[in-house]
């Protein structure tokens, strides 16, 4: 037998032993599904489509999908078939789920819209098929060509569980170039197209809408701009497929202090009288638009096609509205990748919010972000980062609004690093509404608390076991003294790790109606107990029902919990709400954005024609009014509602203030000696902390004890000290 037809029975037989799911292969791939197929969640997910080319139907059992070359079963199919000559989808939305009634696989990995490869491996991890595609715009998919010969297109209608098309795009079109980047310029900027090869095919819009066959040729001379041009391009061929849409944002003669936020969009999707949703601002309508922020210094942050939508509630009635900016496959990045906020260490963004003050429009514009900052790290409460930017829409002036992070599962996650699927997270309600996750434990804690006498230690440990205690004291004491009366029906978000160690921790946010935002409403001397301890029906005020102040109302009966409450809203009132520190925090903010005011006040009409100003000025001092005047009443609405006694003060010192420092409850002082007020019915715990290289010796002064913390009552004078440490360093945190 010659070598040839040794050659030819091999290939036969190896053919013959070809396994049948050799067959199987990917056959096409969406990573940015807007409009297309819809799982059963009614979500319009990222899919992967397999197709068996062979004669026999196939168990997929133990085989492997994945996008990570380096992890070939990211995720293990489950015990389904595919029959010869048919399809399976796979949903790419990082559910992780088999629903059984319905056969839907969903996937622990979604797709990058920028392109990427996804690979199917066999249950012995041999390597069936890889299927790499390039970036793809919304509802375009990626695969194989029907044709006999058929190659890999870019088909612009997907086609699910069906037959491909034979034709398809091979490539997109160049997205237009410019030599001058957006940004800020004086009297006029040149604008030229960098690369021209298809010059004559790139066409232009300067008033947000996307470009099309019927609008100008760009051309290859430059053009220059006069004024503030929000400028798109695309280039645009017969027979080909179009190019992304490029978009510059130039300033002319435009000088701000803070951070410029650009939206473009199509006019039509604001301000058109039907489908606006400036207009038709109650509708929940989402639409596309591209955002650009540039930093203080005029350098270009980033720049993204996202998805926008009226955001708020009753702010959404005013002139100037807030928006909410989601990162979404179908319009761009799936996330941001950038360090929005100083002051956290976050990188990566789902969305984020234009905020328009809320309640505070029209004020002092950062009454919020002032109570946020005044507790940030000083508090156990989880809050919103805070950075008051000037926003401009199709180039035109809009005004201060605030970037303030979201609230979602994605900013519990963020927060906490933790992963966004772990997070429980609910919206008060008589009912909660279920932001993500379940909300089973919190109907377990509520039937409990409903059903406990918390007046018996053990049963109240027992209910306070669901939640963080020390977060809700935390959350408590803030509002009230803050006297937001916008609170607790609405504003009222919290949430657990989803396993049974969680428990439930609060978030402030939109406490605009508070620190004397209103005459009667948020005053310094506003009884906010009055406000939360209330059980007549008849009355209750500020659209509070009794079930929005229920946890409060009966855990208050515990005494343990009394003590800690009170004891914790006293210190708070002696160090995060102590009236110079508040004043500074204010007086910060106030002068961050004071240098914008006349220009927003002017472009909302908040100008009065009698003053010649607007209310800014009036607002901040009503906020230093409050810091200055709260205290007193709080001490006194407590003494009344809780049956308290006298107030004395507790003075603490230290040896020397290099070697050591002190907590008195859970607060941290930095200046001694130090005087706090507090109720004469409860001892304080005060707690020596050592600095490194130093030991603590002893108490000394009314109290005399050798131990780091001890109890102290009113009208007492204690001093820690400290000395250098003889091979000890402090276990003290």
Not at 47 to 72: M, Y
Not at 167 to 195: A, C, H, W
Not at 611 to 626: A, C, K, L, W
Request: aromatic letters at 12%; a negative charge; proline letters at 4%.
């Amino acid at each position: 037998m010659n070598l040839l037809k040794i050659a030819f029975l091999s290939l036969f037989f190896c053919c013959l032993m070809t396994p049948s799911f050799a067959q199987v292969r990917i056959n096409e791939v969406v990573a940015s599904n807007s409009n297309g197929l819809q799982d059963e969640d009614g979500d319009s997910p990222d899919w992967i489509e397999l197709f068996n080319a062979g004669n026999e139907t196939v168990n997929l059992a133990g085989f492997g999908i994945s996008d990570d070359s380096e992890e070939k079963f990211q995720f293990t199919l489950p015990n389904v078939t595919i029959e010869a000559d048919s399809f399976l989808v796979l949903y790419a939305d990082d559910k992780d789920k088999y629903v059984d009634s319905t056969g839907s696989i969903h996937l622990n990995f979604k797709l990058s819209s920028d392109g990427e490869t996804v690979f199917l491996s066999s249950v012995d991890a041999a390597l069936m098929d890889s299927l790499t595609f390039p970036k793809l715009e919304s509802d375009e998919s990626f695969g194989l060509s029907s044709a006999v010969d058929g190659g890999y297109f870019i088909f612009t209608n997907p086609t699910p569980s069906a037959t491909n098309p034979e034709e398809g795009y091979l490539t997109r079109l160049e997205k237009p170039e410019m030599d001058t980047q957006g940004g800020f310029y004086s009297g006029s900027v040149e604008v030229t197209i960098s690369n021209g090869t298809l010059v004559d095919h790139m066409y232009y819009t300067t008033d947000g809408t996307d470009p099309t066959s019927t609008s100008p040729v760009f051309g290859a001379e430059p053009k220059t701009f006069n004024s503030t041009t929000v400028l798109k391009l695309r280039t645009i061929q017969d027979g080909m497929l179009s190019s992304e849409i490029e978009v510059q944002t130039y300033f002319i003669d435009v000088n701000h202090d803070l951070p410029v936020v650009s939206l473009v969009t199509d006019p039509d999707y604001f301000f058109d009288e039907s489908d606006g949703i400036y207009i038709n601002y109650e509708a929940e309508i989402e639409v596309p638009a591209h955002v650009e922020l540039y930093e203080e210094d005029g350098s270009m942050g980033f720049k993204a096609h996202i998805g926008t939508q009226i955001y708020g509630s009753y702010s959404q009635r005013f002139d100037q509205k807030s928006l909410a900016i989601y990162f979404r496959g179908e319009y761009g990045p799936s996330e941001l990748e950038y360090e929005l906020f100083e002051e956290k260490n976050i990188d990566k963004f789902q969305s984020f919010i234009l905020r328009n003050a809320g309640n505070d429009f029209g004020g002092a514009h950062m009454r919020d972000a002032a109570m946020t900052t005044i507790i940030e790290d000083v508090v156990d409460l989880d809050y919103q980062a805070y950075r008051p930017a000037v926003l401009y829409i199709n180039g035109e002036y809009w005004g201060i609004q605030n970037i303030r992070e979201k609230i979602s599962e994605h900013f519990v996650a963020s927060n906490h690093n933790m992963d966004a699927g772990d997070v429980d997270l609910l919206e008060a309600g008589e009912v909660p509404q279920v932001v993500n996750g379940s909300a089973d434990d919190w109907m377990n804690f509520w039937e409990e608390l409903e059903n406990a006498d918390v007046t018996n230690q053990e049963e109240y440990d027992a209910v306070v076991s669901h939640i963080d205690i020390d977060n809700f004291i935390d959350y408590m004491a803030t509002e009230i003294f803050y006297a937001n009366t916008d609170w607790p029906a609405i504003n009222n978000k919290f949430w657990k790790e989803s396993s049974p160690e969680g428990k439930w921790k609060w978030i402030i946010y939109d406490t605009d109606h508070g620190f004397n935002l209103y005459s009667g409403d948020g005053d310094y001397n506003l009884d906010m107990f009055e406000h939360t301890l209330q059980t007549n029906p008849n009355l209750l005020k500020y659209g509070n029902p009794l079930w929005s102040t229920y946890i409060f109302r009966t855990l208050i009966e515990n005494e343990g919990f009394k003590t800690q409450f009170v004891t914790r809203l006293s210190g708070l009132m002696n160090t995060a709400f102590e009236t110079d520190r508040m004043i500074a925090i204010i007086d910060s903010l106030a002068s961050i954005i004071e240098s914008e005011i006349p220009a927003h006040e002017e472009r909302w009409g908040l100008v009065s024609g009698w003053t010649g100003q607007g209310p800014f000025i009036s607002q901040v001092e009503d906020m230093r009014d409050f810091a200055r005047r709260r205290h007193t009443y709080v001490y006194q609405h407590m003494q009344a509602h809780l049956g308290l006694s006298d107030l004395g003060g507790i003075t603490v010192d230290i040896s020397n203030n290099k070697y050591g420092t002190v907590q008195v409850n859970r607060s941290m002082v930095d200046t001694f000696p130090w005087t706090g007020t507090y109720f004469a019915d409860y001892e304080v715990p005060v707690t020596a902390i050592p600095k490194t290289g130093y030991q603590f010796t002893e108490w000394t002064g009314d109290v005399e004890s050798a131990e780091h913390t001890i109890m102290v009552s009113t009208r007492s004078e204690v001093t820690a000290n400290f000395e250098p440490a003889t091979g000890i360093t402090s276990d003290i945190v």
